[in-house]
C-alpha cells in the first residue's frame, strides 16, 4: 500500500521556480540522452510523439531529426520559450502547460508518449493523473516509455526526508519502486513490455544514477 505524500501546492510552486531559474540559464547538454537513442532505436515507422518535461527540448529535437513529430510538453515557461528559440523549425512543437491541461485543449492522439527523468518532480497523485491522461492520449497499440531515478539509486538517501520516497536535496524528488509503478500502470490498462533497473543507463559525466526505465503499451 502507498504511503500518504507530504507533498504540497507550496512545494509545487518552489519547483517550477527552480526549473525556470535553471532554464534560464541554459546550462543542459544539447546532445540526446542515451534514453531517447535508446527509444529511437525501437521505432522502425514514423510515429507522432508527446514529450512531458520537455526540458532544453534536446530530446524532443533528436526525435524530429529521425522523421517524427515531436510535441514537447513542459511546466516551465523559461524552458518552452528556450525551445522555441532554440527550434523554430521542423516537425515540431512546444507548449506550456501540463499534460492534464493540453489534453482539455488538444484532442490529438499520439503513437508514443516519452518521459525522462520527470515523474520524480511529481507528487504520487500527480503521477497518477499523467499515466491516466497519457493512456487516454494515445492511439491503440501506442507506447509509453518512461525513465525515472529508482529508490535503490544513492541520491535517494541524502537531503530532507519527507516520505519512504520523497527528498528534498537542492529541490524536490520522488525516487520510484519499480514493483509498486508497473503494479500502477497495469491497473491503468498498460501492458508491461520492458522494465529494466540498473546504473551504466543513465551516465553524465562521473554520475551514474540507479535507474529504471519502462516500456508499455496502450492494449
Known amino acids: 500500500m502507498e504511503h500518504k505524500e507530504k507533498y504540497n501546492m507550496s512545494s509545487d510552486k518552489e519547483l517550477i521556480h527552480y526549473w525556470d531559474e535553471y532554464y534560464k540559464k541554459d546550462n543542459t547538454p544539447s546532445f540526446p540522452s542515451p534514453f531517447a537513442e535508446y527509444v529511437a532505436n525501437k521505432l522502425s ?7 512531458i518535461g520537455c526540458g532544453n527540448g534536446r530530446d524532443s529535437k533528436f526525435f524530429s531529426s529521425k522523421g517524427h513529430h515531436v510535441t514537447g510538453l513542459d511546466r ?5 520559450e528556450l525551445c522555441k528559440n532554440l527550434y523554430s523549425s ?14 482539455k485543449t488538444n484532442k490529438k492522439k499520439f503513437d508514443l508518449i516519452y518521459s525522462r527523468f520527470v515523474i520524480h518532480a511529481m507528487s504520487l497523485n500527480e503521477e497518477l493523473e499523467m499515466l491516466k491522461v497519457s493512456y487516454q492520449l494515445l492511439n491503440k497499440d501506442g507506447q509509453l516509455f518512461i525513465e ?48 529494466i ?11 551514474d544514477p540507479m535507474v529504471i526505465r519502462v516500456q508499455a503499451i496502450k492494449a
Open 76 to 80: 516551465s515557461r523559461e524552458a518552452i
Open 148 to 195: 525515472c531515478r529508482s529508490t535503490n539509486d544513492p541520491l535517494s538517501q541524502k537531503g530532507e526526508i519527507l516520505s519512504r520516497t520523497e527528498r528534498v536535496f537542492g529541490h524536490y524528488r520522488r525516487f520510484i519502486i519499480l514493483d509498486e509503478f508497473i503494479q500502477r500502470l497495469v491497473q491503468i490498462g498498460f501492458v508491461v513490455v520492458e522494465a
Open 45 to 51: 515507422t514514423q510515429q507522432d510523439i508527446l514529450e
Open 90 to 103: 521542423g516537425p515540431i512543437e512546444f507548449f506550456y502547460g501540463t499534460i492534464t491541461e493540453i489534453a
Open 197 to 207: 533497473e540498473n546504473i551504466g543507463l543513465a551516465k553524465f559525466g562521473e554520475e
